[in-house]
């Protein structure tokens, strides 16, 4: 079935410093979404990508979609404490279920 | 704020026993999932409902779970005889019906922790 696979699992990173997740699919991806769960909530919604090479901007964070459709990836531009949680992709072509990806945890330290 | 709201929000039980949980919707909402969550992983697919049609449901998902959606509002996840490996964090989300493609966002209630001893 499908999968998608999602890179680093973990990343510490010094207050101010970027942060980049990488979402990677064997298969050609419909549409992608992003959430973001804090420590002990529940996954947010952040954005989706629907188009080929699509990127999209949301203040510090750039979502892009790769050319092929089978990537995607999220960086974050001087990374505050306010972004600690795990971010995951989805695959979002399937109105009766998302796939997840198994999610990036960012660490700010102060 | 009328989110998506969970039922308990913890539950311990011994390992046998049958454990319930609900899930109520964003009231406009026709599209209803669960979900499953372990520490360090993604959320897993269970089922899907749109109104009260359960329509999809994971291959993984064990004849010991059933889910009802009697009305198509508030929905209920049952587990019974419970198990060690069902120990997870448990999630409903709803969605605004969609037409084709893209997919809509899903709205994520706070989860049912659910401990089996």
């Known amino acids: 079935g499908q999968q998608v696979m999602q890179i680093p699992q973990y990343q510490h990173v010094q207050e101010g410093e970027d942060f980049t997740t990488y979402c990677n699919s064997s298969?050609?991806?419909?549409?992608i979404q992003w959430y973001k769960q804090r420590p002990g909530g529940h996954p947010v919604f952040l954005i989706q990508l629907v188009k080929s090479g699509e990127v999209k901007k949301q203040k510090r964070l750039t979502f892009q979609f790769g050319e092929a459709k089978k990537n995607s990836s999220l960086h974050i531009t001087a990374t505050q404490t306010t972004d600690v949680g795990t971010y995951f992709c989805?695959?979002?072509?399937?109105?009766?279920?998302?796939?997840f990806g198994s999610g990036t945890q960012l660490t700010v330290l102060p | 704020d009328t989110g998506v709201s969970q039922n308990p929000r913890h539950k311990i039980t011994k390992r046998g026993q049958n454990v319930t949980f609900r899930c109520d919707p964003i009231?406009?909402?026709?599209?209803l999932y669960w979900y499953r969550q372990t520490l360090g992983q993604g959320p897993e697919f269970l089922t899907y409902f749109q109104n009260e049609a359960q329509l999809e449901k994971s291959r993984l998902l064990s004849d010991r779970f059933s889910a009802e959606r009697p009305k198509g509002s508030f929905s209920t996840l049952e587990i019974q005889r419970t198990e060690q490996g069902d120990s997870a964090m448990y999630l409903c989300?709803?969605?605004?019906?969609?037409?084709?493609?893209?997919?809509?966002?899903?709205?994520f209630g706070q989860g049912t922790r659910l401990t089996v001893v």
């Open positions: 989805a695959d979002s072509g399937s109105a009766r279920q998302l796939t």
């Open positions: 989300a709803s969605s605004l019906p969609g037409t084709g493609s893209p997919n809509t966002e899903a709205f």
């Open positions: 009231s406009e909402h026709n599209r």
């Open positions: 298969t050609t991806l419909s549409n």
